[in-house]
């Protein structure tokens, strides 16, 4: 093994030392051991006063004690903005389908054509639909017109009741006559048990009366479950006739081509896509420990990828999380009255949020403690050394905004990484130097 080498790594270990922790010391032992001219000497008393002498009693420190640059910076309240990664997403996005079956007898319209809202994409061919509906109509007329003849039976059959009541009122007067003739013997037995029977007789008639309203009433029913069904009917119809003309739910764009015509569709069969894109949406995901910092409302800004930079406010923020990236989802809404922005292009979104007081320092002033925490040594009342956690807002060509200190601190700058907690340390100011 080589001696040579570990001798040279120790001195330069030893000047390295010398340099940065004992400076001063280092540049008095390189002075005192330096030659001295004579001359010079004896024409100024100063030379041979000691080295020390010469440093100002600014520049003199006690032992232990560590030079080191520091600002002392001032809080100031700066505007802070949450960045998100999102894409353009249209406001509506609909595909439009066929309720009934049929031949397509329309011609077609191509993708990318405007549509207004209502306007035909597809008509299907009516077949025996229209015949359908004239069937139903002429069964609600036919039951519409009985209705008169079915009402004038209740009036007829409450009257039969009405007659046979009075007979049965009638005959049991007779009854009642001919039972006390008979008991003073004035009238036959015979005659008591024809007027009896004559009671029986108009009660009987009564039971039959009643079962004639309760028929006539019952008829009636019948006939107004016949209107309703064949009114149920004529709709059936008239909605089957409806749904042949498919119809742009809202004005937009094609996205595709309308149905061929002569195609056949079925229930469900595709006719259109239909997109709407002003105003679009520009949507984000805000991460859960920015959340707090968006609110409805806010004034956002959108850089596209391919496109103009947009301002708008944010219109929606979600209340619940994305159960996979746990992350919220955020929209805006753009004006695009000149389709110039596409959907699903990708986006970088500020959001503006409420300001901050922040310092603003260099990145170079920032540091680890023992336990990786990110953050700067300051120095405090006692000139000793003492780190302090800080949080990043954002890069600036100016510096780097941090929270998480008092309004006003004196951060190290140079020689940082050289202290700990409670070191004593002599700060030169950049600002006294500058």
Known sequence: MRIVPLITACLVAAVLFGLVIERDRFFALVTDL????????????????????????????????????????????????????????ATRFVSVVAEVSGKIVSPPLRKGAFVQEGQDLCTIDPGTRESSLAEAQARLAEAKARRPEIEARIPEAQARLAEAQARLEEARINATAASRLSEDGFASQTRVANTEASVQ????????????????????????????????????????????????????????DTAELGSLLQPGGLCATVIQLDPIKVVGFVPENEV?????????????????DVQARVT????????????????????????????????????????????????????????????????????????????????APEGIYVTGLPDQVDVITVGQEFVTDGVPVAPSFEEVIQ
Request: glycine share 6%.
């Open 292 to 308: 707090n910092r968006v609110e409805v409302g806010a004034i956002a800004g959108a850089r596209l990828n391919q496109g103009p």
């Open 34 to 89: 330096s030659p001295r001219d004579d001359a010079v000497a004896a024409d100024d008393p100063a030379v041979t006063e000691p080295f020390t002498d010469d440093i100002p009693a600014a520049e003199a420190v006690a032992e232990g004690v560590v030079r080191v640059m520091a600002k002392r910076s001032v809080a100031r309240e700066v505007d802070t903005q949450v960045r998100l990664r999102g894409e353009t997403q």
């Open 201 to 256: 007789s108009a009660q009987a008639a009564i039971t039959t009366a009643d079962s004639g309203v309760a028929a006539a009433k019952g008829g009636l029913e019948s006939l107004q479950a016949s209107i309703e069904s064949a009114e149920a009917a004529v709709n059936r119809a008239q909605t089957e006739i409806d749904r042949l003309r498919i119809t742009a739910p809202f004005a937009g764009v094609l996205e595709t």
């Open 316 to 395: 929606f923020l979600s209340r619940s999380a994305d159960p996979t990236t746990r992350t919220f989802r955020v929209e805006l809404t753009v004006p695009n009255s000149d389709l110039a922005i596409r959907d699903g292009q990708t986006a970088e979104i500020l959001i503006q949020s409420r300001g901050e007081m922040a310092h603003v320092l260099a990145s170079s002033s920032l540091t680890l403690n023992d336990e990786g925490t990110l953050g700067v040594r300051t120095i405090d009342a006692e000139s000793a050394a003492l780190f302090m956690p800080v949080t990043i807002l954002r890069d």
